[in-house]
């Protein structure tokens, strides 16, 4: 076990730190950062959000949340606006700028993913997208700070 769970450390480092390269150049070409990229993703995907459940959803503190959604607003790339139903509650959602760099971001996310499935045997790729959700639901499941505690 103790092998395989080395080779699994591997992996993922190796994955980490080629999905933060592409991270980086894709930040870089859309002109906005690592943390506003995946910002103006979540946002794309998940529509008009409450600051809170953004910065919930993302694993960040909603200090940190609000300062990278003030440059998204002064870049007019979000709007943010008080909740009709809760006025303490701050909800953000793309602009029209906004989605458009968000569509410039997924269409580079796709053609990218879809690179590295082409590059996988034809025979092979169920397996590992079979995979790969095993591997979600797992550590979806199971917390770095709950093993850590032993």
Do not use: W
Request: glycine share 6%; hydrophobic share 35%; net charge negative.
């Amino acid at each position: 076990m103790e092998h395989g769970v080395e080779a699994l450390r591997d992996l993922f480092r190796t994955v980490a730190r080629d999905m933060g390269l592409f991270d980086k150049s894709e930040a870089t070409c859309c002109g906005v950062t690592t943390a506003q990229n995946r910002t103006i993703l979540e946002l794309g995907y998940g529509g008009t959000v409450s600051l809170l459940d953004l910065a919930e959803r993302l694993g960040v503190d909603k200090s940190t949340m609000s300062r990278t959604v003030d440059h998204l607003v002064r870049a007019r790339l979000v709007e943010r606006r008080q909740d009709s139903e809760n006025r303490r509650y701050i909800k953000v959602s793309l602009s029209e700028q906004g989605e458009a760099i968000f569509r410039e971001i997924d269409g580079k996310l796709s053609r990218y993913y879809e690179a590295i499935l082409s590059a996988i045997p034809e025979e092979k790729r169920e397996q590992v997208q079979q995979s790969a959700l095993l591997l979600a639901d797992a550590m979806e499941r199971v917390t770095c700070c709950e093993s850590c505690d032993e």
